[in-house]
């Protein structure tokens, strides 16, 4: 390994990262791929499994409560988090193999963008609920503030990730990591801005003036949701940092850090996001003409 953290040159014509990439575990050593490790086939399978798991209870969830937005982006997410974890297996079949780790790169990365789209759109949902009268600004305005600060990180992190990939130097690969960078500070800053004003919104409604009633469904949940919103949030911060370093660092190379920092917070906040399903508050069987999401 050089210092710059680089794979070391290799002979005879062989390739170890990119479209191009010719490499197998029986021409090139490990330590010449971009992971310089073989994913854990146990961690990923068990992640796939899971996810696997919240995508049917939230689909037989947005059935019954009829909450189809919300339904539509955690399935959307889920899907690309197990697309994500295949990459993941191939890998540790072939850690040189580019489908793979392109599968890998792109769908672990803006999977969580459809998580946060899930929770953005329940702020304008709990307005209307709860009292509208005291919120600071109309519930629908939101939505026209959140969701397309939403697709922007999406847009950045998928061009990254993308450009990342297919880039034939350490500077071209590093252009494409510094605009998915760039979509996940993006990401951090949104989801934070969103965090302030919903507890915002909550703390006018615990004012004596206000007399808004929380009942027990809601509180389980606000609870949920400020769980699942924290995990993300942890999860965006650690790929900041993992990210900040370049695909060629210690922290990008660190598989225990992964599984601890991304695959087991992501399957904490997708099975948060079940329990505290907004159809608990929101939503009632067919017929019943209340609100949804």
């Known amino acids: 390994m050089s210092a710059d953290g680089l794979p070391p040159s ?17 021409l090139c050593p490990l330590e010449s791929s971009i992971l310089q490790y073989q994913p854990s086939i146990p961690a990923n399978s068990v992640f796939i499994v899971i996810f696997g798991l919240v995508l049917l209870a939230n689909g037989v969830q947005g059935v019954y409560y009829h909450t189809w937005g919300y339904m539509s982006s955690l399935i959307a997410g889920c899907i690309l988090e197990i697309a994500g974890y295949s990459g ?6 072939n850690p040189f193999d580019f489908s793979g780790f392109l599968m890998q790169i792109v769908c672990i990365t803006i999977a969580p963008v459809f998580f946060c789209a899930a929770i953005y759109v329940l702020l304008s949902q709990t307005i209307m609920h709860l009292n509208v009268r005291i919120a600071r600004f109309k519930p629908q305005l939101l939505y026209w503030v959140f969701i397309p600060c939403d697709i922007i990180s999406l847009l950045l992190q998928a061009v990254g990730g993308a450009l990342s990939c297919v880039g034939t130097t350490q500077d071209d690969i590093q252009v494409g990591v510094d605009i998915s960078l760039a979509g996940l500070i993006f990401q951090v800053i949104t989801l934070t801005a969103f965090t302030v004003a919903f507890l915002d919104y909550l703390y006018a409604c615990r004012r004596p003036d206000n007399h808004t009633h929380f009942t027990r469904r809601m509180k389980l949940f606000l609870l949920f949701m400020f769980v699942s ?22 922290l990008f190379r660190d598989e225990l850090l992964f599984i601890a920092l991304e695959s087991a917070i992501m399957c904490a906040a997708t099975v948060s996001m079940c329990i505290g399903h907004p159809g608990l508050v929101f939503s009632q069987r067919k017929g019943s003409g209340r609100p949804r999401t």
């Open 10 to 26: 290799l002979p005879y014509g062989l390739i170890s990262f990119g479209p191009d990439a010719n490499c197998t575990l029986d």
């Open 88 to 93: 993941r297996l191939i890998l540790h079949d």
């Open 229 to 250: 919103i924290f995990l993300i949030l942890v999860r965006c911060v650690y790929r900041v940092v993992e990210l900040h370093e370049g695909y060629f660092s210690h």
